[in-house]
């Protein structure tokens, strides 16, 4: 596609719910990257993924979220018994690497009752 | 060290005013320092970049200033107008795939 994909855009879920959240990259960017925007907040580093190699996972906040791209395609960020402070925007970018530009896409604001 | 401090929180001009973002870090081996705008609801998109071999590099209304010995950098945004209020981040890297961002600085410019 034009751009970095992100589904979905809002999602409201209870406490304790699992969540899912996919990224569709630019075709022909192998590196990905899933931050975290809080209210008010920066950028929070979650996770990078690069063609086959190991991801740098260091961002990630706790065991309850973990992410996977397939076919160093799509990438999924899975947060599992979802905590009211994961209430956040979580923002997925594909990196140039000619230019070092990152690509964001809209994000996918979570809310947890 | 990986820090990227960033100053003001929030800036309101007026439209013509020249606002200033202000940017430090303590990191020598980064040398890529990119700015990034945000608008409601939106992605941050590139905004302008610089590298430490220049002190100044412009793009239309905006400016980065770059202070390599105080490892500081800066963006102004010239003839300022109310399209340009945004979120704007600004970023450090180290030539890697890692990217340190600021906190953001929340630009309104009044009509």
């Known amino acids: 596609g034009a751009g970095v994909s992100q589904s979905p855009s809002n999602k409201v879920t209870e406490k304790g719910k699992d969540v899912e959240l996919r990224c569709d990259p630019i075709?022909?960017?192998?590196?990905l990257y899933w931050y975290r925007q809080s209210l008010g907040q920066g950028l929070e580093f979650l996770i990078y993924f690069q063609g086959n190699s190991a991801p740098d996972k260091s961002g990630l906040p706790s065991d309850r979220f973990s992410a996977e791209r397939t076919g160093g395609s799509v990438s999924t960020l899975t947060i599992q018994r979802t905590q009211q402070e994961d209430s956040a925007v979580y923002l997925c970018?594909?990196?140039?690497?000619?230019?070092?530009?990152?690509?964001f896409g809209e994000g996918s604001r979570l809310t947890v009752l | 060290q990986q820090q990227v401090k960033q100053s003001p929180q929030s800036l309101i001009v007026q439209k013509g005013g020249i606002p200033i973002i202000n940017c430090a870090y303590e990191n020598t081996a980064f040398d890529y320092f990119p700015w990034y705008q945000q608008f409601p609801g939106k992605g941050p998109a590139l905004l302008i970049a610089i590298r430490p071999d220049v002190s100044e590099k412009k793009e239309g209304r905006f400016t980065i200033s770059f202070n390599k010995s105080a490892k500081q950098f800066s963006l102004h945004i010239m003839d300022s107008q109310p399209g340009d209020s945004a979120t704007y981040f600004c970023a450090a890297s180290p030539g890697t795939y890692k990217y340190i961002f600021g906190t953001g600085t929340r630009l309104k410019v009044l009509a």
């Open positions: 075709s022909g960017h192998t590196a």
């Open positions: 970018a594909t990196l140039q690497r000619n230019t070092g530009e990152l690509f």
